[in-house]
């Protein structure tokens, strides 16, 4: 069963490989975005990426569940956080609906879109940062996927064939520790997807963690084996001084603080994982 599950994401990887890479041909040497218009606004998009370009581009839209979710946990005087913005499809639409996002985006490709879709969307209260987030201010070398640009991330501790099918680029980039970076850490939301630096950031910013009301963070169980290398009880222990509550979105799962461990240990054990909603 393992032998034909690995054979299907192999099949799946060559097949958005090849198919990224015509969609980049049919637009030319100097074409560099395709422009999907969807309910959530104007994003430019990499043609090469298959993940949330093609999405966007074949679909119309992107994670809107997700953005009807986020939208209850703020108001018009709101200020969030999103951590691995990437092009914007989650900071845009929060834009419109809070005072101020900040976001910070790693992959200076991506934020080229990012920016580019701040425009398009006539978007000004978001500050976007060209940064990492991690434990501490200074360089980290980065993956530049291609065929799915959202996957980019820092170079994981232990290499796994999934992060390098489509033969990244690797560059330096610049990382900052984020309550040293920022003067205000007070936001009611924070939401964090950043390919497996989630343990290291949040190490990094226990006051903007103490001020937050909601915290949405990316659970993959990879990530923290591979990239982070840390274990889910170490995460657990980093979050349960900051919230009451944890909650796998699209799921009955959810635990109280005293539980956190326990509760990813099943996720893990269960083969789930996902987006981890903490709540006061």
Not at 67 to 96: C, D, F, M, Q
Request: glycine share 8%.
């Amino acid at each position: 069963m393992s032998f034909l599950r690995n054979l299907r994401t192999e099949y799946h990887l060559r097949k958005a490989r090849l198919m990224g890479h015509w969609r980049r041909k049919l637009c030319g040497p100097h074409g560099r975005a395709i422009i999907a218009e969807t309910p959530q606004g104007r994003f430019a998009c990499n043609p090469e990426d298959m993940g949330v370009g093609w999405r966007l581009c074949q679909h119309g839209g992107h994670d809107a569940e997700k953005i009807e979710e986020l939208l209850k946990l703020v108001t018009p005087e709101s200020r969030v956080l999103v951590a691995g913005t990437h092009i914007g499809t989650l900071a845009v639409p929060l834009a419109r609906a809070v005072r101020e996002v900040i976001a910070f985006e790693a992959n200076p490709p991506t934020f080229d879109l990012l920016t580019t879709n701040l425009v398009l969307n006539d978007v000004h209260n978001c500050k976007a940062h060209n940064l990492a987030l991690g434990a501490k201010a200074g360089t980290a070398r980065f993956l530049q996927n291609r065929v799915n640009s959202g996957g980019s991330k820092i170079v994981p501790k232990i290499m796994h064939s999934g992060y390098v099918f489509d033969q990244p680029a690797e560059v330096e980039v610049q990382v900052v520790a984020l309550d040293e970076f920022l003067d205000d850490v007070r936001f009611d939301l924070i939401i964090m997807d950043i390919e497996g630096s989630e343990y290291a950031a949040l190490s990094a910013m226990p006051r903007s963690l103490a001020a937050s009301k909601h915290l949405q963070v990316e659970y993959l169980p990879h990530h923290l084996d591979n990239v982070a290398g840390v274990t889910d009880e170490a995460f657990a222990a980093l979050l349960e001084p900051h919230f009451e509550t944890m909650i796998l979105q699209g799921t009955d799962r959810q635990a109280r603080r005293g539980g956190f461990a326990s509760f990813l240990a099943q996720l893990r054990a269960d083969g789930l994982e996902g987006d981890l909603l903490l709540g006061k």
